[in-house]
Nanobody, 123 residues
Framework: QVQLVESGGGLVQAGGSLRLSCAASGHTFSSYTMGWFRQAPGKEREFVAA????????YYADSVKGRFTISRDNAKNTLYLQMNRLKPEDTAVYYCAGTDKPITTSENQYDYWGQGTQVTVSS
């Protein structure tokens, strides 16, 4: 089992950048495919990005492709999400998640979740 704790959220103006981190503990981080999801007020949680166990492969939602970059440092047991050119519609609570399955965009395939970090983008 792995425990996940997100950090790095905050308030930023449109066009700005933020870097989210997700610290993992409790099990071998490199054993897990990792992903980022987000949930905006009044909306369902949605997939943002995912990365394979050793970071060789990534996948992005169309809405963030070219603006967001997912990465991981297995030596530091940490997952990252670099978010550039932020838009007001990126405002949401961002969650990191882990699974022992191959890379997937499906929320119900992820077994482990952090508590979330708020990202607010002002116009």
């Amino acid at each position: 089992q792995v425990q996940l704790v997100e950090s790095g959220g905050g308030l930023v103006q449109a066009g700005g950048s933020l870097r989210l981190s997700c610290a993992a503990s409790g099990h071998t981080f490199s054993s897990y495919t990792m992903g980022w999801f987000r949930q905006a007020p009044g909306k369902e949680r949605e997939f943002v990005a995912a990365i394979t166990r050793i970071g060789a492969g990534t996948y992005y939602a169309d809405s963030v492709k070219g603006r967001f970059t997912i990465s991981r440092d297995n030596a530091k047991n940490t997952l990252y999400l670099q978010m550039n050119r932020l838009k007001p519609e990126d405002t949401a609570v961002y969650y990191c998640a882990g699974t022992d399955k191959p890379i997937t965009t499906s929320e119900n395939q992820y077994d482990y979740w952090g508590q979330g970090t708020q990202v607010t983008v002002s116009s």
